[in-house]
């Protein structure tokens, strides 16, 4: 099934141990759509401004990406993020944000990005989440990912924007926030409590048999039918690796061990990239929480190439071959058989 992205499309100028590089293609869409795109295919929506360049634009066309709703405005500036990192690659500190086109951006989907079964709404405002969201309402799959930003500067809309959409996908501290929960797995839980009881509430609910029409009490100001909100949460936690939890069950995976890690930046929109795409892959299956451990798999393997470079350097050059090797090593360094041992009382 295709997957339809919103997200920034930006320039990012990244500072880590291992070295400096100014105004490299970034953004959350463009992140997750270079990833998903060895799964199926994904359109991209979102501007760019004047200076945004057709390289740029190629490394997307060289993926197959369709960039048929990448909208140019004329005079404006592409979205710019620059950010620092310590030796720590787990934290780091935003230095600048600049919104550029986004500023009063206002998608309007072809109709076949609007036409996709599956949708990611990738970091970015969400007033802008939601317009997309309202564009498809009959998507059978929307995950979410957002940010500390938006969790403390638009943090009603966000909560609306996570109420319509089937999986939310933050990182562990953003979890945190926004449920003021200590323990991860409470964080998440509550997440889910959000969920109006639908009749159907199992995490095992289908991609091709659940719409978001389902359960059709309507969001008065945009019209789009309210969603139960999410069944599927994704905590990432950087070199830690990932966590999963549904209401069956938790499921967790460490980060591929690597020897060197240059620059984690887009880390997290790589892992979505390939738990989406993989879901994407298999969605006229049932989305089982077995299903959804080998999606993070994938977007464990995904994210760990990511890392291995500077931008999207590594994730160009790719081949699909060495992601199907890593998840085979991924499972091997993480299965252990349980053997009983006499314990003492
Ligand atoms: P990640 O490392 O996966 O969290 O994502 C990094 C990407 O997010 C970078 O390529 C940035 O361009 C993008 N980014 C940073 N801040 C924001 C923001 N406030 N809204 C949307 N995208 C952002």
């Known amino acids: 099934m295709p997957i339809t992205v919103v997200g920034s499309i930006a320039y990012d100028s990244v500072s880590t141990p291992f070295g400096e590089r100014q105004r490299m293609l970034g953004g959350a869409a463009v992140h997750f759509a270079l990833a998903a795109s060895f799964f199926q295919e994904v359109r991209v929506v979102g501007p760019v401004g004047d200076d945004f360049g057709e390289t740029e634009l190629d490394v997307l066309r060289n993926r197959g990406v369709d960039i048929s709703d ?62 997309v969201r309202a564009q498809m309402p009959d998507a059978r799959f929307v995950a979410l990912d957002s940010m500390n930003l938006w969790i403390e500067a638009a943090r009603e809309s966000l909560m609306k924007a996570i109420a319509e959409c089937d999986c939310l996908i933050l990182n562990d501290s953003e979890l945190r926030q926004l449920t003021d929960k200590a323990s991860l797995y409470a964080a998440a839980r509550e997440v889910l409590s959000w969920a109006s009881a639908p009749s159907d509430s199992s995490s095992g609910a289908s991609a091709t048999d659940s719409s978001p029409t389902d359960s059709p009490a309507a969001d008065g100001d945009r019209g789009t039918p309210a969603r139960r909100g999410p069944r599927v949460i994704v905590a990432k936690q950087g070199e830690y690796g990932a966590a999963l939890v549904t209401a069956d069950g938790f499921f967790s995976l460490p980060a591929f061990p690597l020897e060197s890690v240059v620059d984690p930046t887009g880390a997290g929109d790589t892992f979505a990239g390939g738990f989406v795409g993989y879901i994407a892959a298999h969605a006229d299956e049932e989305i089982t929480d077995e299903l959804l451990r080998q999606a993070m798999a994938h977007g464990t393997a995904l994210a760990s190439f990511n890392v291995e470079e500077f931008g999207t350097h590594r994730i160009e050059s790719l081949a699909g071959a060495e992601i199907v090797a890593r998840v085979r090593q991924l499972r091997e360094f993480t299965q252990f058989s349980a053997a009983p041992v006499p314990l003492g009382e």
Do not use: C, H, M
């Open 70 to 131: 990448v909208e140019r405005i004329p005079g404006g500036k592409t979205f710019f993020w620059r950010g620092k990192y310590g030796w720590d690659l787990n934290s780091r500190e935003t230095l600048d944000t600049q919104l550029g086109v986004f500023e009063g951006f206002q998608p309007k989907l072809s109709e076949s990005s609007r036409s996709s079964d599956v949708l990611f709404l990738a970091n970015i405002q969400p007033d802008l989440q939601r317009e």
